[in-house]
């Protein structure tokens, strides 16, 4: 019998009658004849909420106990969903990422999920049961309780569709896919029926929230489609796959960070500086996402920077404090940057999309303070209070001007 794996985010089982909903459609789909796996998130914004509290007590909250805490918002979600399928007259069990063998490394906030052991899930499906999972969730191999990070639900999902071989896996949420901006703010977004996984990575790096990058690379890996759909709404839906027929080169979305710090340095032996900074970074749980550094020839002082997305660290005081002493005086800090992407493939075939940018991003009096290219992304640095419309005339000109 085949597997479709769901996943459902915290908008679509915000409370009761939305859980009470998805049970619907979760046992319609039971009905089609498919075992079914459903992955959770945490109700609402509870994650958010739990989040506040832990901050209430403390700016630098122990990233292990963090995990604690905020894993219990999902297991409400996975026993509440079962709860209302067992009320709709099917079989379900609600089981923990650990208990449904998500194993990951050894880290708090922000764990990599390494290995995928879905035996006990299996059984479930053996004896016709609709299994549901908790997601953003795992195990460490020391027996840890740890999360995935900001859309580690996408992640369990796609890693689980994985590991049981499912035809496909489903992400619910509540808008209808993938889009060419972020329709709350770019009214003119366009919706964008397919696109390839690469793209996909480079705009879940980039700062889309639709699909976490990691789920994406597992479904890269195992040539799984990912289906990104509207709980409520059926109809338009964008499915990320291997190609896309027919795709042109150029720009297909503009993708916008609020999350951004840079950092930079000056002096001389800067070398050494980055290779203490990066061990600093990674002794306190944070990836520098974009590193850059420059050793003149001559005597000359060298320069480098690196770039932070704060949005999964937790305790960014902490972490702020631990680079500033590492740094000797030579590391300044910027916390009024953001930063704005094009994806698309074969964007930098030559350098005329970034020269375009470039020009346009002085037109619209937004200052480059740094930029990072890949065959699929273009990311520059801007200050955050001109990022929105910096954003919006990228999107008029690349894309909405080109139909």
């Not at 290995?115 to 004896?127: H, I, K, W």
């Not at 889309?208 to 990058?213: E, G, H, P, S």
């Not at 003149?296 to 631990?322: C, L, Y």
């Amino acid at each position: 019998m085949s597997i479709i794996v769901q996943k459902y985010g915290g908008s679509s089982v915000a409370d009761t009658e939305k859980i009470r909903r998805i049970a619907r459609q979760v046992c319609s789909a039971k009905r089609s004849g498919s075992d079914i796996v459903v992955v959770v998130s945490a109700m609402g914004k509870q994650t958010d909420e739990l989040l506040s509290m832990a901050r209430a007590l403390t700016d630098e909250p122990s990233r292990r106990e963090l995990d604690m805490l905020l894993t219990v918002g999902e297991r409400i979600t996975m026993a509440l969903l079962s709860i209302a399928i067992q009320a709709e007259g099917f079989e379900a069990v609600s089981l923990t990422g650990s208990q449904s063998g998500i194993i990951t490394n050894d880290r708090h906030v922000d764990a990599r999920i390494i290995e995928v052991r879905p035996v006990r899930v299996e059984d479930e499906l053996a004896m016709g049961r609709i299994v549901i999972v908790a997601g953003f969730q795992g195990v460490s191999y020391k027996k840890e309780i740890t999360t995935l990070g900001r859309g580690g639900s996408d992640t369990t999902a796609v890693a689980l569709a994985a590991a049981l071989g499912a035809e496909h896996c489903e992400i619910y949420s509540d808008v209808d896919g993938v889009y060419s901006a972020d329709p709350s703010r770019i009214e003119t977004a366009g919706h964008i029926s397919a696109v390839s996984y690469q793209e996909m990575q480079e705009m879940s790096t980039a700062g889309a929230r639709v699909l976490n990058a990691q789920a994406v690379e597992f479904a890269k890996q195992a040539g799984i489609a990912i289906y990104c759909r509207a709980s409520f709404a059926p109809g338009r839906e964008t499915v990320v796959r291997r190609s896309v027929p027919g795709e042109d080169h150029g720009v297909r979305a503009v993708v916008t960070e609020r999350d951004v710090v840079r950092g930079r340095l000056r002096g001389p032996g800067l070398d050494d500086l980055m290779k203490k900074l990066l061990q600093t970074a990674r002794d306190l749980g944070v990836v520098f996402k974009e590193v850059g550094l420059s050793v003149p020839s001559k005597q000359d002082w060298s320069r480098g920077s690196f770039v932070i997305s704060t949005s999964d660290v937790p305790d960014w005081r902490k972490v702020r404090r631990g680079l500033v002493e590492a740094g000797g005086g030579q590391l300044e800090i910027d916390e009024s940057a953001a930063a704005v992407s094009l994806i698309g493939e074969g964007i930098n075939m030559d350098g005329r999309n970034l020269l375009k940018a470039m020009e346009l991003m002085g037109e619209a009096k937004a200052p480059v303070l740094g930029i990072a290219t890949t065959s699929f992304r273009i990311s520059m640095l801007t200050e955050v209070d001109r990022l929105d419309y910096a954003a919006g005339e990228l999107h008029r000109a690349f894309i909405e001007e080109k139909g």
